[in-house]
């Protein structure tokens, strides 16, 4: 018997027979994803928790490797098929409950953000990490990368919402994390090591998430810069402000550059940089943005455009939103998510086209910077095998570069596949050594994830 009869007979109508369907679970956004054949994996879509148990339980027996899946947007091929595994999707498990005076809710690991924050909404609140791709993306995806986003200069990250977990561990056992209480300090924190385990300790089935009171509509200022420096320096400007922006945005002048080769999204070409940023501070939103264009006019902006209402506010925004799909129209990529302290991110930025000078690419630096978080690209030709290890250099030579600025090689998106082999020289020898300690309590036969995070 092969896993997938096996499993299809344990659980009838949620096993993927059909080798096309399972194509479709092969991959996530990790452009550089190498997927096994499909008939050398099981998919096993869960309608329930037990379904989960069953899974995992057949999986310990055996001793089959089992990747949590949830969306499949990981950029670090952290969410992809391996070889010989049962890849356990928990798409199928999206229940939302809102409690509106506890303020929160408790969801199915399925459950798209966007959808979760629409449920929140509706009781005037919100659920506020937003990664760049909340339409798609699943919560289950979100605790397991920590996912952060573009309001998390003000609000925070995702592990900064989970209140207490549901996981199932391999073999089977149901395991509760964490409280539904607003406090709690009983024992060790528990969610906090599931959140960003990145799959490979156990599977989330419920998420208890705080909700806060919604925002105003945010108001968006679009300011653009002459210089690099001086587009920093408004990133400066803007810390000196009392009331916090609900996200900061840059794009570099390629960034910039490349959004407009897109589409027509009104921005000058041959600058600088561009800032995006935005307020909902309720009832202050208009006052806040009027406050951050001075700023920004001191700073050295020599365009600034205020918007009045939520729909100029969005049309602003628009070339940001649209950031991902241009550069992936642009060519292959290997994509950055380093984080630097944001005093050093002028640094980062001149750093990351000194590096692709040195290896003959071009590259586009963008992303969070009110929290010092980019997203730089490295564009390669992928018909020319020179191009891409020159890419993969250059990847390489950035990570150290952003350890030099006192960084981190990821701020959001995780280890995966991509960074692996870079942990190690990261955390050291001791911590590394720690971490597996305590991935060994939860998965002792080494099933869960294996290869993603801890190489
Ligand atoms: C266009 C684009 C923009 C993006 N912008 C951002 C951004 O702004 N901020 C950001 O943080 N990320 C961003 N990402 C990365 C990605 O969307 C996030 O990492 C997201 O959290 C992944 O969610 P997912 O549901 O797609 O999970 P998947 O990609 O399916 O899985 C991601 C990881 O979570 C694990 N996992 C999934 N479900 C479970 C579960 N139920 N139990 C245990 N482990 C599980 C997987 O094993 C894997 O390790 C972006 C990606 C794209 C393609």
Known sequence: MSVTSDLASLLPGRVVTDPDVAAGYAVDAYPQAAPPASDDYTVVRARSRTDVEVTLRYAAEHGIPVVPQGSRTSTTGSAGALPGAIVLSTEQLTSIEIDPVERIAVVGPGVINTDLKAAAAEHGLAYPPDPASASMCSIGGNVATNAGGLCCVKYGVTADYVRGLEVVLPGGEVMRTGRRTAKGVAGLDLTGVFVGSEGTLGVVTEA???????????LTVLAVFPTLDATMAGVAALRGVRSTPSLVELLDGPSVDAVQAYGDYGFPSGSGGVLLVQSDRP???????????????????????????????????EGRR????????RGPRFIEDVCVPVGRLGELVAQVHAIAARHGLEATCGGHAGDGNLHPCFFYDAEDPESLAAAQRAFDDLVRAAWALGGTLTGEHGVGAQKAPWLREELGEAELARQLAVKALFDPLGIMNPGRVYG
């Open 283 to 317: 009832g202050h939103a208009a006052e806040d943005v009027q406050e951050y264009a001075a700023a920004l006019t001191a700073a050295g902006a020599t365009e600034v455009a205020v918007a009045e209402d939520r729909a100029e506010a969005d049309l602003l925004l």
């Open 208 to 218: 208890v998430l705080r909700l806060v009171p919604l925002g105003d509509p945010p």
């Open 322 to 329: 649209v950031l991902n799909p241009a550069l992936a129209a």
